[in-house]
C-alpha cells in the first residue's frame, strides 16, 4: 500500500515559481512512477507528466513543456513538481498520484492535493 | 495528443437508476482506459482500470466496457453516495482525461 503525503499551500506572484513536493512510503519507491495532475476552480482534472524514477525517465503535456520539471529522489523518496513563469492560471489544486507500478498508468493511490494559488 | 470526450457533461438521476457515461478518443487507446470518481475537497478514486477491470474494494454495480475509441462507465443501481463527477482517462499514448460528467441528484 502506497501512501503520498504533498507539501502544504502556496500562494506565489506572476511570473514566479513554485514548487511542490511528494512523500511517498510503502512498496519500493524505485519501481513506481509518479505522475502529477491538477484542477482549476470549477474546471476538471488536468494530466501534467510523469516520472519513472527506476528508469530517471519523464513525461510531460506538451503544453507544459519548457515550465515544467518533474524530479524524483530516492534517497528520501519523494518526488518533485516545480512550474515556473507562473500565471492565474496556474491557481489550482495539484496532485500527486501513481500506479504503484513502474508505468505511467492508471493512478490507484493519490496524495492529498495542494492549493497553489498565483495573484499579485 | 489524444483528445478524450465524455457525454453527457452533466447528468441528473435518481437513487436506483441505471446511469451510462460514455467516453470517446480522438484516436484508439487501445483498451487503456480508467475511469475515476471525484467529490469536492477530496482526492479522485480509481474505479476501473483497462476498460473493465473493477479496482479492489469498488462495488459490482460499477462495470466499464469498450474498446479502440469508444467506452462506457455504467452503474446499474445509483446509490447516494455515487452523486459526484466522472473523468475518464486514457494512458496508452501519454495520458489524458476527459472534461468530466457530473452526475446530480433529479
Known amino acids: 500500500q502506497v501512501q503520498l503525503v504533498q507539501s502544504g499551500a502556496e500562494v506565489k506572484k506572476p511570473g514566479s515559481s513554485v514548487r511542490v513536493s511528494c512523500k511517498a512510503s510503502?512498496?519500493?519507491?524505485?519501481?513506481?512512477?509518479i505522475t502529477w495532475v491538477r484542477q482549476a476552480p470549477g474546471e476538471g482534472l488536468e494530466w501534467m507528466g510523469g516520472?519513472?524514477?527506476?528508469?530517471?525517465?519523464?513525461t510531460y503535456q506538451q503544453r507544459f513543456q519548457g515550465r515544467l520539471t518533474i524530479t524524483a529522489d530516492k534517497s528520501t523518496t519523494t518526488a518533485h513538481m516545480q512550474l515556473s513563469s507562473l500565471t492565474s492560471e496556474d491557481t489550482a489544486v495539484y496532485y500527486c498520484?501513481?500506479?504503484?507500478?513502474?508505468?505511467?498508468?492508471?493512478?490507484?493511490?493519490w496524495g492529498q492535493g495542494t492549493l497553489v494559488t498565483v495573484s499579485s | 495528443d489524444i483528445q478524450m470526450t465524455q457525454s453527457p457533461s452533466t447528468l441528473s438521476a435518481s437513487v436506483g437508476d441505471r446511469v451510462t457515461i460514455t467516453c470517446r478518443a480522438s484516436?484508439?487507446?487501445?483498451?487503456?482506459l480508467a475511469w475515476y470518481q471525484h467529490k469536492p475537497g477530496t482526492a479522485p478514486k480509481l474505479l476501473i482500470y483497462?476498460?473493465?477491470t473493477l479496482e479492489s474494494g469498488v462495488p459490482s454495480r460499477f462495470s466499464g466496457s469498450g474498446s479502440g475509441t469508444d467506452f462506457t462507465l455504467t452503474v446499474t443501481s445509483l446509490q447516494p453516495d455515487d452523486f459526484a463527477t466522472y473523468y475518464c482517462?486514457?494512458?496508452?499514448?501519454?495520458?489524458?482525461f476527459g472534461q468530466g460528467t457530473k452526475v446530480e441528484i433529479k
Open positions: 483497462k476498460t473493465s
Open positions: 482517462q486514457q494512458y496508452d499514448s501519454s495520458s489524458s
Open positions: 516520472i519513472v524514477p527506476m528508469f530517471g525517465s519523464t
Open positions: 510503502g512498496g519500493t519507491f524505485n519501481t513506481y512512477s
Open positions: 484516436q484508439s487507446v487501445t483498451g487503456w
Open positions: 498520484a501513481t500506479s504503484g507500478a513502474f508505468y505511467l498508468g492508471q493512478l490507484d493511490y
